[in-house]
């Protein structure tokens, strides 16, 4: 646009006389100097003065038939020139202008409301790297990708499950007090009192007298020398399933003693369930917490980190500043405020790709476990 208006300036302008204000510097009577006063006027540094001196006319200056030989100005072409240029550079090209230097610089205005990396996390990350890489190379193999992005923490944390949610994690926060695990009461739920039977309710047939002793009469009597009639005939209560049947040998006798209530079968859920020195209730409570929706994301988000760091290799391996951009995207510069436009349509198209190829894995994998005979499950033909 420069260009163009400076060749119609000089054009129109080049011979016309010039007024109070054109100098050695602002004048329209070549196209080096036509575009610097195109640049100084894009401002609006006093066009309008400029744009009445180019419009002067007779008696101020000398007309002419031949436009070579007049040095008289136009005022319709002055009007339309000096108008226009201010309407399109200071009105659109300097907005333009000021608008991409801002959004170049955008993450400027976002630093107050994000967290800034740090020289401790970039430590962390190249310590983390290290371990794979311990001879220097700069690259990690396609198998450690997965090793190492579980063992990032801080600002890089990308892992399947918050930290509070490790099995670590879950333990400590579990651990149940001393006089928690020492105190009856938790320990009430490690046995298991089973409420005796009535008679009428066993398994085993009722027998009449009659009945039970022409059973005893056609029955050998047992081997006192078996083992099996020893463990029988010196069996105590406890053994016969239930130390409650102990005092209860007739069967009109299969009451619940009023020491142990129904209330040992069903403990208080109030109570501490201590098992292995964990609490159930503080472990229960944990779990309940759990997010699901955040696990989901998380699961995305690692899936698509991990197959994108497999693009990145080109035959080497992954290197250390893929792998480092592959996280910045995803941890820092993930929002599209943080992008500029053409970067957010190659990210959402480089997206729509690994999204794909995820797809794609999962249906395989289906595929392969339908079609796989040791994963089928059995048949129910026996012919």
């Not at 204000?21 to 196209?31: F, Q």
């Not at 008696?59 to 040095?71: A, E, H, I, V």
């Not at 608008?99 to 976002?110: I, L």
């Not at 595929?367 to 499950?377: F, I, V």
Request: glycine share 6%.
């Amino acid at each position: 646009m420069f260009l163009v208006w400076g060749i119609m300036l000089v054009e129109v302008f080049g011979l016309t006389k010039w007024g109070a204000n054109e100098t050695h510097a602002k004048n329209l009577s070549t196209l080096w100097g036509t575009l610097v006063f195109l640049s100084m006027t894009s401002t609006g540094e006093g066009w309008n003065s400029y744009m009445h001196d180019y419009g002067v006319q007779s008696p101020r200056c000398t007309p002419s038939n031949n436009y070579l030989s007049t040095d008289c100005g136009s005022v319709p072409w002055a009007y339309f020139l000096f108008i226009s240029w201010n309407i399109i550079s200071m009105f659109i090209f300097l907005n333009m202008f000021t608008g991409t230097v801002v959004e170049n610089f955008s993450y400027v205005y976002h630093l107050q409301g994000s967290t800034a990396l740090s020289r401790e996390q970039m430590r962390i990350y190249k310590d983390v790297w290290s371990l794979f890489d311990p001879m220097g190379k700069g690259y990690i193999s396609r198998d450690q990708v997965v090793p190492f992005l579980a063992r990032l923490t801080g600002m890089f944390e990308v892992g399947l499950y918050p930290q509070q949610m490790r099995i670590k994690a879950l333990l400590a926060q579990s651990k149940a007090d001393d006089d928690e695990s020492s105190s009856p009461s938790s320990r009430r739920h490690l046995f298991r009192f089973r409420t005796p039977r009535s008679p009428m309710s066993r398994s085993t047939p009722s027998r009449s007298p009659q009945s039970h002793s022409l059973h005893s009469s056609r029955s050998p009597s047992p081997n006192p020398s078996s083992p099996h009639s020893q463990r029988t005939h010196h069996s105590s209560p406890m053994d016969t399933g239930s130390f409650l049947d102990v005092g209860t040998h007739s069967p009109q006798s299969h009451s619940v003693p009023s020491f142990l209530n129904a209330d040992m079968d069903q403990p208080d859920e109030n109570e501490p369930r201590i098992e292995s020195g964990i609490d159930m209730n503080k472990l229960e409570a944990a779990l309940h917490s759990v997010n699901p929706g955040e696990l989901v994301m998380r699961r995305q988000r690692f899936n698509r980190m991990y197959h994108e760091a497999l693009m990145a290799d080109k035959g080497k391996g992954i290197s250390f500043l893929s792998m480092l951009f592959v996280l910045a995207y995803h941890k820092m510069c993930g929002s599209p405020v943080n992008l500029e436009v053409s970067e957010f349509i190659e990210r959402r198209a480089l997206m729509d790709k690994i999204d794909a190829q995820i797809n794609l894995e999962r249906r395989l994998s289906v595929d392969s476990r339908a079609t796989d005979p040791d994963l089928m499950p059995p048949s129910n033909d026996l012919s």
